[in-house]
């Protein structure tokens, strides 16, 4: 069974990749521009899941690897266009140089990391989370402070056609970005690698004793994740075509922590639940802010507290109504279902109580 996990994982893939196909091809610009980018946060969110989830390694830092990715594929997509490389190929090697330089301060963070427990770690990756995006701040000649760098981004081929709207196209890109980067967690997560890391997140003395190098294992699965977040920050700059430090501030990581709880911690289904509920739940509070409240200084501020205050009271919803998140009440709810059908299967199987004894004859009487 082991050896069908690929295979189905493709097939599975290659369904997803043609519904996407039909979904975009339905969506106004702007729907388009909103499932791009929650295709981009959740090959973040799932790689955080697999190292929060999976491997108990608790991150607040992802937030700063993704800009690493962004600032990475900003620079070096305009490399490219300083010397007018016009091809599709060009983006594709912008975000390999992202997922290699995010992956890279993930192994530096990792080796860190690795010694640390709890409060530590959580620290030690706050303190990234605040660190690196100030430095495109500092370094003005380099990254241009606040203001950030644009993006260059070559066209939609022009076989799609001359009017094929950019953000049908980016949502194209972001959405295959997205399905490889969980078809790779899916398969590293369903087979030795992935028992190996919850057998370091559920007891490390156990794991040692087994045989498990834990500090590696744990080494890895923070490269690995932060190669994942490197491309979905790689896959934002290419869809709002700049990169700032206000785009990845504090506030990213933990809305990124938050989405992987609220969708499901330690299931990759869970941090697409999430990903959605990042781009959704602020769209809906600037929709209520804008029709409930006229003032435009309170509606300024609260374009940013209030998504972040809904989403924090959703956390609270959600751990106290199902612990599992939203995919653990799915699966709950599927499980209810699939019982009550083989109930009733069963009910209906039980053979009919068998018909009386007939009476004996009664005997005659002489």
């Not at 994982?9 to 975009?24: D, E, K, P, R």
């Not at 890279?104 to 709890?118: K, S």
């Not at 972001?174 to 398969?187: F, Q, R």
């Not at 374009?303 to 106290?320: D, Q, W, Y």
Request: glycine share 12%; charged share 10%.
């Amino acid at each position: 069974m082991r050896h069908w996990t690929l295979p189905r994982h493709l097939a599975i893939l290659l369904v997803a990749a043609a519904v996407m196909l039909g979904v975009t091809a339905g969506l106004d610009p702007f729907r388009d521009y909103q499932l791009a980018t929650a295709a981009a946060y959740l090959c973040a969110a799932a790689g955080l899941t697999m190292l929060a989830g999976q491997n108990g390694q608790l991150s607040l830092g992802h937030g700063a690897l993704m800009a690493i990715g962004g600032y990475t594929v900003a620079m070096v997509q305009n490399k490219f266009g300083a010397h007018n490389v016009l091809t599709q190929w060009a983006l594709l090697a912008s975000l390999a140089a992202g997922v290699c330089v995010a992956a890279v301060a993930g192994a530096v963070i990792g080796v860190a990391a690795a010694r640390l427990r709890g409060p530590y770690l959580a620290g030690l990756t706050l303190v990234v989370a605040v660190a690196v995006p100030s430095i495109g701040s500092l370094w003005n000649g380099l990254f241009h402070g606040d203001q950030g760098l644009s993006v260059y981004l070559v066209p939609a081929p022009a076989a799609l056609g001359e009017s094929f709207p950019l953000e049908r196209w980016q949502a194209w890109l972001a959405l295959i970005a997205a399905l490889v980067t969980m078809l790779v967690l899916g398969n590293l997560t369903s087979g030795q690698f992935g028992r190996t890391l919850r057998a370091v997140r559920d007891d490390e003395i156990a794991a040692r004793l087994g045989g498990i190098n834990v500090a590696k294992v744990q080494v890895i699965a923070f490269v690995v994740s932060a190669a994942c977040a490197g491309l979905g920050g790689g896959m934002l700059a290419v869809l709002a075509q700049s990169v700032s430090p206000g785009a990845f501030a504090f506030t990213l990581s933990l809305n990124l922590l938050l989405a992987v709880v609220v969708g499901g911690l330690g299931s990759l289904t869970g941090a697409v639940w999430g990903s959605i509920l990042l781009v959704l739940l602020p769209w809906l509070a600037d929709t209520a802010t804008s029709s409930l409240i006229h003032s435009p200084a309170a509606q300024q501020r609260l374009a940013g507290n209030l998504p972040l205050a809904v989403f924090g009271l959703l956390l609270v919803v959600v751990m106290i109504a199902a612990p599992g998140g939203i995919q653990g009440l799915l699966n709950r709810a599927a499980r209810w279902v699939r019982g009550r059908r083989d109930g009733r299967g069963a009910h209906r199987a039980e053979p009919s109580a068998p018909d009386a004894e007939p009476h004996a004859p009664v005997a005659s009487r002489t």
